[in-house]
């Protein structure tokens, strides 16, 4: 896998009430090329580990270090992951982008070739038995595939 940054800052700016204050922020802008993707789904009532309901839209990411907390992700939750190419077409509708609120693969068992996989959310299932399940055939056919996908990472200085 190779994994290119980019070099280079852009700057946010936010403005306060007194538009004489201006607060600069900083991003790093990572690009991820031939990154390993997957698909998983979740069964009703359970939670990501960023603590909130299921939704497409979502990916989960390894932990910050191998069988580290699952609360710890290698990617911030609440990021945004964009594709270069090609979209991911879940349910019927296209997407280029996916929130980052879950972890997976904790101890990196199956996934520790690529330290940025993601497992992109395909929606719910009953288990095991529920192979007849669209949402299931779904991520079964999906697979593993390669991506080329980007972040931006807030630069503390």
Not at 64 to 81: H, L, M, N, V
Not at 101 to 129: C, E, K, R, V
């Amino acid at each position: 896998m190779l994994l290119s940054l980019t070099v280079g800052l852009i700057l946010v700016s936010s403005v306060t009430a007194n538009a004489a204050q201006v607060k600069p922020d900083w991003y790093l802008p990572h690009e991820v090329i031939n990154q390993q993707s997957t698909a998983y789904l979740s069964k009703p009532g359970d939670r990501t580990a960023g603590l909130t309901d299921y939704y497409i839209g979502i990916v989960a990411v390894h932990p910050k270090t191998p069988g580290g907390s699952g609360r710890d992700p290698i990617i911030a939750f609440g990021t945004y992951i964009w594709l270069e190419t090609p979209n991911v077409t879940i349910q019927g509708t296209s997407y280029n982008h996916f929130e980052v609120m879950d972890t997976g693969d904790l101890n990196y068992q199956n996934h520790s070739g690529s330290a940025n996989w993601i497992d992109i959310y395909f929606g719910q299932w009953n288990g095991p038995g529920d192979t007849s399940n669209p949402n299931y055939i779904a991520a079964k056919n999906y697979g593993n595939a390669n991506l080329v996908d980007y972040n931006w990472e807030e630069w503390l200085n």
